[in-house]
Nanobody, 123 residues
């Protein structure tokens, strides 16, 4: 089993920044990918960004490209999501997810999930 714990959410004004963290523990795999997803009230969970553990290649949703950056710290089993130029439409619960294969954008392809952290962007 893999345990994922997110932190770093909060309330921020539009244009501000937040950095989300995801701590991974339990079964580890040197390959595979980590992803960030988000879910706003009344909406489906959507892909935000993903990164591969081994070579660090990344993928982003069009809505966050140029504003969000995903990164990893292999030694400490951490994944981060730096969010800049936040907009009210970024308001959602953000989830960290893991899978033992290459990066993917569909939530159904991720096996392990954290409990989520709330991000609220005020206008």
């Amino acid at each position: 089993q893999v345990q994922l714990v997110e932190s770093g959410g909060g309330l921020v004004q539009a244009g501000g920044s937040l950095r989300l963290s995801c701590a991974r523990s339990g079964r580890t795999f040197t390959t595979g990918a980590m992803g960030w997803f988000r879910q706003a009230p009344g909406k489906e969970r959507e892909f935000v960004a993903a990164i591969s553990w081994s070579i660090g290649n990344t993928g982003y949703a069009d809505s966050v490209k140029g504003r969000f950056t995903i990164s990893r710290d292999n030694a400490n089993n951490m994944v981060y999501l730096q969010m800049n130029s936040l907009k009210p439409e970024d308001t959602a619960v953000y989830y960290c997810a893991a899978r033992p294969f290459r990066i993917a954008t569909q939530s159904s392809m991720y096996e392990y999930w954290g409990q989520g952290t709330q991000v609220t962007v005020s206008s």
